[in-house]
C-alpha cells in the first residue's frame, strides 16, 4: 500500500457542515503537508505541520498530526460551496535524500449549497 | 510575486512523438520538483533539482524521460518517445529551501494525452 493513504476517498457535505479527512503513511517523517487541488487547476497549499507539532490552525482549517499513529486529520469547518476539491496529503520523508514530497490519493470533496 | 507556470496546460500527441514541457519557478526558488499523475494513480514524484544539478532523480520511469535546467533558471522534462502510459498530468513546483520543512509551490499543470 501508499505512503499517505486517505480516508475516506470522497466525501458529501451540506454547506456549512464540518468536513473531516484523514491520511496514513508509514515512514517516520519531517513534515506533512496538505494541498487542495480545484478541478483543472493546480495544487494550492494549504498547511504545513512539523513533525513535532501535534495540531495546527490556518483560518477554518485544522491539522492533527499523531506520529505515533502516522496519522494526519484535516478538518474544514463551516464549509463552503468553495471548499468544493480534492484534497490531498504529502509527506516529506525523513530518511528520503532531498526533500521530495509522497501523496496520498486524495479525498474527493463536494460541498452542496 | 508570479507563482510556477508551467507550457503548454494541454498537449495531444500520437505515439511514438516527442513532446517537451516547460516549467518556469518562482523567481529565486533553487529548487525546481517535476511530478506527474496518471489516470486513476497518486500524484509521484519524477525528480529534484537543486540549482541546475539533479538532486534525486529515482522517480524517473525510464529513458525516454529526459530533465533539464541549464543556467538554473526553468526546467524542460522531454519525452521522447511517448507512450500511452504517459498520459497524465505533470507539475512542476519549487521551494525555496530544502534545510527542513519548506512548502512546494505548485504550478497548474500540464495534462498530456499521449493517442
Known amino acids: 500500500s501508499q505512503q499517505g493513504e486517505e480516508d475516506p476517498q470522497a466525501l458529501s457535505i451540506q454547506e456549512g457542515e464540518n468536513a473531516t479527512m484523514n491520511c496514513s503513511y508509514k515512514t517516520s517523517i519531517n513534515n506533512l503537508q496538505w494541498y487542495r487541488q480545484n478541478s483543472g487547476r493546480g495544487l494550492v497549499h494549504l498547511i504545513l505541520i512539523r513533525s513535532n507539532e501535534r495540531e495546527k490552525h490556518s483560518g477554518r482549517l485544522r491539522v492533527t498530526l499523531d506520529t505515533s499513529k502516522k496519522s494526519s486529520s484535516l478538518l474544514i469547518t463551516a464549509s463552503r460551496a468553495a471548499d468544493t476539491a480534492s484534497y490531498f496529503c504529502?509527506?516529506?520523508?525523513?530518511?528520503?535524500?532531498?526533500?521530495?514530497?509522497?501523496f496520498g490519493g486524495g479525498t474527493r470533496v463536494l460541498v452542496k449549497p | 510575486e508570479a507563482g510556477v507556470t508551467q507550457f503548454p496546460s494541454h498537449s495531444v500527441i500520437e505515439k511514438g512523438q516527442t513532446v517537451t514541457l516547460r516549467c518556469d519557478p518562482i523567481?529565486?526558488?533553487?529548487?525546481l520538483y517535476w511530478y506527474r499523475r496518471v489516470m486513476g494513480k497518486e500524484i509521484k514524484f519524477l525528480l529534484h533539482?537543486?540549482?541546475?544539478?539533479?538532486?534525486?532523480e529515482s522517480g524517473m520511469p525510464n529513458n525516454r524521460f529526459l530533465a533539464e535546467r541549464t543556467g538554473g533558471t526553468y526546467s524542460t522534462l522531454k519525452v521522447q518517445p511517448a507512450e500511452l502510459e504517459d498520459s497524465g498530468v505533470y507539475f512542476c513546483a519549487s521551494s525555496q529551501e530544502t534545510s527542513g520543512n519548506y512548502e512546494q509551490y505548485f504550478g497548474p499543470g500540464t495534462r498530456l494525452t499521449v493517442t
Open positions: 504529502a509527506t516529506e520523508e525523513a530518511e528520503a535524500a532531498g526533500n521530495k514530497l509522497t
Open positions: 523567481s529565486g526558488h533553487d529548487n
Open positions: 533539482f537543486v540549482k541546475e544539478s539533479k538532486q534525486d
